[in-house]
């Protein structure tokens, strides 16, 4: 399995896993409701947050490298194979093994539009932060110091000039 195939699988991986992922924080969400304090659900949206971007290297590295004892070699020795299912606590993930075998053609251009979609995302944020940056930077002016001394007088008072005006 090439190196695209293996950020393929994974990319398909994480789809199914960050739904479960949604799904547990929505639960825990909804039973927690507004009783609790906004840093107690700040903390679980953060929590959740951080599990959805550990979860795709988990994935790589526990689906294509499981550690497995070998019981010929001396005992503490382990060594790596790869592998088609990800296997935790005997339990074995292989969801997305018919995908491997029948499409596995299509795996390079899952890779290549996943790319596609976050270098188009990637360019769409940078154009929108040059436009919030020109925009704030036209509407603030910096104040003289000599009205700067006179705005801070205690005898001085402020117009503020609205959209009426």
């Known amino acids: ?6 950020i ?3 990319l398909l991986h994480f789809v199914w896993e960050g739904t479960l ?6 639960c825990i969400r909804k039973m927690v409701g507004c009783a609790c304090r ?3 659900r700040y903390v679980l949206a953060c929590a959740a947050l951080g599990t959805l971007v550990c979860a795709p290297f988990l994935t790589f590295f ?5 550690v497995s004892v070998d019981s010929s070699a001396p005992s503490g020795l382990v060594h ?7 296997t935790l606590h005997g339990f074995a993930f292989a969801l997305l093994a018919p995908v491997q075998e029948h499409h596995g053609n299509l795996l390079p251009w899952v890779v290549t539009v ?3 979609g976050v270098f188009v995302l990637s360019v769409r944020l940078a ?8 925009t704030l930077s036209a509407h603030i002016r910096r104040h003289p110091q000599i009205g700067r001394r006179h705005c801070l007088s205690s005898d001085t008072r402020l117009v503020l000039r609205g959209a009426s005006d």
Do not use: H, K, Q
């Not at 526990?62 to 499981?66: A, N, Q, T, V």
């Open 114 to 116: 996943w790319f596609a």
């Open 127 to 134: 154009r929108a932060w040059l436009v919030a940056e020109r």
């Open 38 to 40: 906004p840093n107690v």
């Open 21 to 26: 992922i949604c799904a547990i924080y929505a």
């Open 62 to 66: 526990l689906l294509f490298s499981p």
């Open 80 to 86: 790596l194979a790869p592998t088609d299912t990800l």
């Open 8 to 10: 393929g699988m994974t």
């Open 1 to 6: 399995m090439t190196f695209v195939d293996r």
